[in-house]
């Protein structure tokens, strides 16, 4: 499966963006779905993941409460609402898919910049 994620931009601190990942070249629910991210200076980071059915998530413990990751897999799609975006969030997003049964995300989207101001 090939990976293409979109839907970062500039925002405000306080304000929300929708990203997506839409999957090509394969089956989709054969996968899980991760969201990564990396600020300048920094290394990637996880932020957070959805299993093959979406009926389990798990987020990072600074993006809870703030980022919902969902998928769509009649779409080839996953999502990740960002709300109450923060400075601190700014970032290249990319998004991941993991072998349903596997262990490690070897599968890479390009990475779409989320830029939040102050």
């Known amino acids: 499966v090939q990976l293409q994620a979109s839907g970062g931009g500039l925002v405000q601190a306080g304000g929300s963006l929708r990203l997506s990942c839409a999957g090509s070249?394969?089956?989709?629910?054969?996968?899980?779905m991760g969201w990564f991210r990396q600020a300048p200076g920094k290394e990637r980071e996880f932020v957070a993941t959805?299993?093959?059915?979406?009926?389990?998530?798990y987020n990072t413990d600074s993006v809870k409460g703030r980022f919902t990751i969902s998928r769509d897999n009649a779409k080839n799609t996953v999502y990740l609402q960002m709300n109450s975006l923060k400075p601190d969030d700014t970032a290249v997003y990319y998004c991941?898919?993991?072998?349903?049964?596997?262990?490690?995300?070897?599968?890479w989207g390009q990475g779409t910049l989320v830029t939040v101001s102050s």
């Open positions: 070249g394969g089956i989709f629910s054969d996968y899980a």
């Open positions: 959805i299993n093959w059915s979406g009926t389990s998530t």
């Open positions: 991941a898919a993991r072998p349903k049964y596997g262990s490690q995300y070897d599968i």
